[in-house]
């Protein structure tokens, strides 16, 4: 699977759009781009996926450039809760052996 | 909305114990995973099964560490025995044959003293 480069942190304002940046440069043609978040504590919570079309949902939207080389993640909202670390995760769907390889993420947090 | 349980939630054991997790996937869903997650990091796959056979177990420290899911449904995590490094999160995942998020369990939380 490809490499991904997030940033280490990050901070948003509550109630302000969080934009969270995914570098993916060497990336294939059959690799979706995934993002999960962990709170505190807790099992990674899936947020979104997509290939190469921008992708939106109940949580968030993801834009994935042209050239697929990157990608970013937006709350539209913010809150508190979102306080958490997103991972950025690029794998290839539907030849069975579909493990996600999580990096370290970017700690997010949300300041009042 | 259907969760993927774990237990215990957390677990203290002693160095040279043995200590063993049970996870209990979503219905339905075929593929399981155990990762390990050391403070500070990113989860690390330890072993996939699709249903009740091993798929991945190549970060599996298989001389202390061992897997099943002998009816393709729940699955247990052992490590015999237990060193201090092995202090960590151990989450399980389950997903749908096709596709599709994985969903993760709340975790076990192992600390060895």
């Keep these: 699977d490809a490499k991904t480069t997030q940033p280490p942190s990050m901070d948003c304002a509550e109630g302000r759009a969080a934009n969270l940046p995914c570098n993916h440069s060497t990336i294939s043609g059959n690799e979706y781009v995934y993002w999960y978040r962990q709170i505190h504590s807790q099992g990674p919570q899936y947020i979104i996926h997509g290939l190469k079309n921008n992708e939106t949902n109940e949580m968030a939207s993801l834009i994935i450039t042209e050239d697929r080389k990157s990608s970013t993640l937006i709350l539209p909202h913010a809150t508190l809760r979102d306080t958490a670390v997103y991972y950025c995760i690029v794998r290839v769907v539907g030849f069975g052996n579909e493990k996600l390889t999580f990096g370290t993420g970017t700690r997010l947090t949300i300041i009042p | ?113």
Excluded: N
């Design chain 2, 1 to 113: 909305e259907a969760e993927v349980a774990q237990s215990p939630r957390y677990k203290i054991t002693e160095k040279s114990q043995a200590v063993a997790f049970w996870c209990d996937p979503i219905s339905g869903h075929a593929t399981l995973y155990w990762y390990r997650q050391i403070l500070g990091q990113g989860p690390e796959l330890l072993v996939q099964f699709q249903d009740e056979s091993v798929v991945d177990d190549s970060q599996l420290p298989k001389d202390r560490f061992s897997a099943e899911r002998l009816k393709g449904v729940d699955s247990t995590l052992k490590i015999q025995p237990a060193e201090l490094g092995d202090s960590a999160m151990y989450l399980c995942a389950s997903s749908a044959r096709q596709g599709g998020g994985y969903t993760f369990g709340s975790g076990t939380r192992l600390t060895v003293v």
